[in-house]
């Protein structure tokens, strides 16, 4: 049976046997039966990281360590809550980082600590610890921004992608105004120019 370690758009950690292409932690998550318990994060550094860091071998669940948590893509991660991790993609996390001085029109790039607290107020609600949403017209969203209609759904070249774990299906009518998954900050950022690594099938889809 697959681990509950794949990430949902909406934020939730579920089991599935698909394994994507990124993966990433938010503290230790799961006890010695490798199950997770109640908590979903351990602190405010939710990371989005590659699967594969100079050939190095880790545990998916290492005891007392971090939960590794698997995303289809970085449009999925950043709709989580997630952003690059400065570390394994410190290129990413830069690029990042200034795609946010420029969208805040900052003099200089804010370290991840002041972006990792942004992103904390806007990803959860601090009462019920649900996802925090927000709304916005569909047609001035920036392309990689997750939206939800009768699932989750990625927002490309004006068309809207139906989200799965097996990747993104045929365009689905959108328009008007949608609640956005994607965390405001984020959403400023993908505007500001950043561009995610997308699962192929969206590229397939949406050009």
Known sequence: MSLQNRVLPTGEIV???????????????????????????RSKLWICCVLDWR???????????????FFLDEATAFAAGHRPCAYCRRRDFLAYAEAWRCAYQLTERPRAAEMDARLHSQRVEPRTRRQRTSRALFADLPDSTMIRLAGPALKLGGLALPW?????????????EVEVLTPP???AVLAAGYRPVLHPTALRQGL
């Not at 698909?18 to 994060?41: I, M, P």
């Not at 097996?166 to 008007?176: F, I, N, Q, R, T």
């Open 15 to 41: 089991r599935d046997p698909g394994r994507g292409l990124f993966t990433g932690n938010r503290g230790c998550l799961h006890g010695e039966d490798r199950e997770l318990g109640v908590s979903r994060w």
């Open 164 to 176: 799965s774990f097996a990747g993104y299906g045929e365009p689905v009518p959108a328009g008007g």
């Open 55 to 69: 050939g190095r071998q880790r545990e998916v669940m290492p005891p007392g360590r971090w939960t590794a948590l």
């Open 185 to 187: 900050a984020t959403v």
